[in-house]
């Protein structure tokens, strides 16, 4: 496939690399879209629900979710065109008609190459839009912004909807979440209700359920390594844990406290084991699966310790 038919999907990646790996930095949960992810056939179950027409856009009236516009189509269509040999549209789509019905059934056939045909074009157009980075959260806003009006220029509004609502509306969370979080203006507390309004506003259920598990799984890192800074007992941190999170949460984080204690007792007998004895050690202390991740745990205890090391008391 020629490089310029890949070099447009880069080019919004911009703005959802930045608002992903701004989202993950902050280790926050939701999950944005994936566009680009492998994806199979879509599912026959929802064929019975499928009209048929040209695949043109039209400013019909939107009476039910169409099972064909779902950004799995859009997976479908990276997969394809990721895998072609094409030097040009001409031969790229005659290349797509030959494959498509190994992607989607034979009733959606004509409207599916209708959209794929628009929207190698709309990928074309996003050459246009503007640099962006992720210190610049209303440079970030003009790139959505400029990106929703090309989507208008080849897809309906539900066709916008269908395939690109879920990605677009945690764009806007990225980006709006991006401005609270670096306005010196607000307090703390607005920037909290703020956030909490935003993500209301454009997070899914299922993103902000997500979100909420992370969120919470972070607060459980930090208590534990303000428990190991501390030395705290075992009893201690049963304890404290079970007024945090409830009594058969602390259960299980004491399981894992063990486990991760025996599994670090055991790397500190194989790491001050000379080269002659570890090959030994390695088969009476690890299990096969284990012993995989040796090397990088003992990279990773270096890396720590020397880190320590450097930090002033």
Do not use: C
């Not at 806003?141 to 879920?166: K, M, N, Q």
């Not at 677009?168 to 670096?182: G, H």
Request: proline letters at 6%; a neutral charge.
């Amino acid at each position: 496939m020629p490089r310029k038919l890949l070099r447009p999907l880069a080019a919004v990646a911009v703005v959802l690399a930045a608002g992903a790996a701004w989202w993950w930095s902050q280790a926050d949960g939701a999950r944005a879209p994936a566009p680009a992810a492998t994806a199979s056939a879509l599912p026959p179950a929802a064929i019975a629900d499928a009209s048929t027409g040209s695949g043109a856009p039209s400013s019909g009236s939107v009476h039910a979710p169409d099972p064909l516009l779902t950004p799995n189509l859009l997976r479908i269509f990276e997969q394809m065109l990721n895998d072609s040999q094409a030097r040009d549209k001409e031969g790229l789509m005659a290349e797509m008609r030959a494959k498509i019905d190994k992607y989607v059934p034979p009733e959606w056939r004509v409207r599916a190459l209708g959209l794929l045909e628009r929207y190698i074009d709309y990928r074309n157009a996003l050459e246009a839009l503007p640099a962006a980075n992720i210190g610049d959260p209303a440079g970030l806003r003009r790139v959505l912004d400029a990106r929703a009006g090309i989507r208008s220029r080849y897809f309906a509004p539900e066709e916008v909807e269908g395939l690109f609502g879920a990605e677009e509306k945690f764009d806007r969370f990225s980006v709006e979440r991006l401005e609270i979080e670096r306005n010196a203006n607000l307090t703390a507390q607005q920037k909290r209700q703020a956030l909490a309004k935003t993500e209301e506003t454009w997070l899914t259920p299922e993103q902000r359920a997500d979100r909420a598990a992370s969120v919470a799984q972070l607060a459980v890192g930090e208590q534990t390594a303000a428990l190991e800074a501390r030395g705290a007992s075992p009893q201690e941190r049963f304890e404290e844990r079970s007024r945090q999170y409830g009594y058969e949460a602390a259960q299980r984080l004491a399981t894992l406290d063990q486990q991760e204690q025996d599994w670090q007792s055991r790397l500190s007998r194989y790491a001050a084991a000379d080269e002659a004895t570890r090959a030994q050690l390695q088969a009476e202390l690890f299990t096969p699966q284990e012993a995989l991740r040796l090397q990088a745990a003992l990279e990773m205890r270096a890396a720590g310790e020397k880190k320590k090391a450097a930090t002033p008391p």
